[in-house]
């Protein structure tokens, strides 16, 4: 095997093994304050026992680790060039021709490849935890069962009206600006029980009601009742219907595309869906930047022996990357800034500002 096929398994190595440690640290630290916020918003609630939030909290914690994986990259790799640096090895790849680009092939690679598994492989298993964890938040911690699910199928729609009364609603079609909904079928169940079923041409929300139009009424016992207008109450607003939608989070890499399709031939805002959607898409790219400004600081304070200037530059790049992000993700989610520049601005600054910074301390 040559020197150099060597040098670099041995780079990736140790890069691997790094940021294995570091982001295992950070998701225990994550967990433990899942857990206790957890149990701190389910206090008061008898059916919020602390085996349920234990398992509330690890399913949360895929999702979780999607957001500190950038990070653990970023103090990983800062941690393996110290590491090497303090061991002199890298001062020796140095002596022996090796340019600071080749010894950064291996992370470079190696965080790149590792974006693509997490997109590809664990954000689908991710995905569905999340969806399980959302269900058990939104019947533990907020008590409401008002589900609503978008499928080509149409629209189906289920609420809790009162204790043991609930209905199951579905339409073939919604028009969102004005929350009409057509092809209407609507049924009322009591304790499980089914006591009534509307089947209407049109129903339209308005202030806590369906008003809905031509359409007949069946209930046990009695025969078809043909109506011009009946008025059901309801719970659900307009916006409700909207943010009642799966969130991104919930859904995988493979079905995002064809949900957002769905979104926007209803006549919904796939925004949200879109911005999340690319922002997975730069992951690797992402991944392999933070590799390149850890790179930035480990090797410049080293060589100055500056450990604790190493520390806080490595804090204040993934503070400030933070910041960042979340302010362009507001903005694209507001509309203001298109989506892909708000799902990759962070990605592109983050690339800018590591080579730069490499080629001025290496070559300028």
Not at 181 to 198: A, K, N, T, W
Not at 249 to 264: A, Q, R, V, Y
Request: glycine share 6%.
């Amino acid at each position: 095997m040559s020197p150099w096929k060597t040098l670099f398994r041995y780079i990736l190595a140790q890069f691997f093994v790094w940021c294995a440690a570091v982001f295992l640290a950070m998701l225990v630290i994550v967990f433990l304050l899942d857990y206790i916020e957890l149990i701190r918003r389910g206090g008061s609630r008898p059916e919020a026992t602390l085996l349920v939030l234990l398992k509330m909290a690890a399913l949360k914690q895929p999702a979780m680790a999607q957001q500190i994986m950038p990070f653990a990259i970023l103090f990983g790799t800062m941690m393996a060039f110290w590491r090497m640096t303090r061991m002199n090895e890298l001062v020796v790849a140095r002596a022996a021709g090796v340019s600071v680009w080749q010894f950064l092939t291996p992370p470079l690679a190696g965080a790149a490849l590792l974006g693509v598994v997490v997109v590809s492989v664990f954000n689908p298993i991710a995905s569905v935890m999340q969806s399980r964890y959302e269900a058990l938040e939104s019947r533990i911690l907020h008590s409401t069962g008002d589900q609503l699910s978008l499928s080509r199928s149409g629209l189906w729609l289920r609420q809790s009206e009162s204790e043991g009364n609930s209905s199951v609603v579905h339409a073939e079609r919604l028009l969102p600006k004005r929350a009409e909904l057509e092809d209407v079928m609507m049924l009322s169940f009591d304790d499980m029980r089914l006591v009534g079923r509307v089947d209407a041409k049109m129903a339209v929300l308005v202030s806590g009601k369906w008003e809905v139009t031509d359409g007949i009424r069946w209930r046990p016992g009695k025969p078809p009742e043909p109506f011009q207008h009946l008025e059901v109450p309801t719970n659900l607003t307009r916006a409700k219907i909207q943010e009642s939608f799966a969130s991104p989070e919930t859904m995988s890499f493979w079905e995002l595309p064809g949900f957002i399709h769905l979104l926007e031939s209803s006549g919904f805002s796939a925004q949200r869906h879109r911005l999340y959607f690319n922002r997975l898409l730069s992951l690797p790219f992402l991944f392999a930047a933070m590799v390149l400004i850890a790179a930035t600081f480990s090797l410049r304070m080293q060589r100055r022996g500056g450990t604790t200037l190493m520390i806080a530059g490595g804090i204040t790049s993934g503070f400030l990357l933070y910041l960042l992000s979340n302010v362009i993700f507001a903005l694209g989610l507001a509309s203001t800034i298109p989506v892909s520049l708000a799902a990759w601005t962070p990605t592109g600054v983050s690339w800018a500002l590591g080579a730069s910074l490499l080629l001025h301390l290496e070559d300028g």
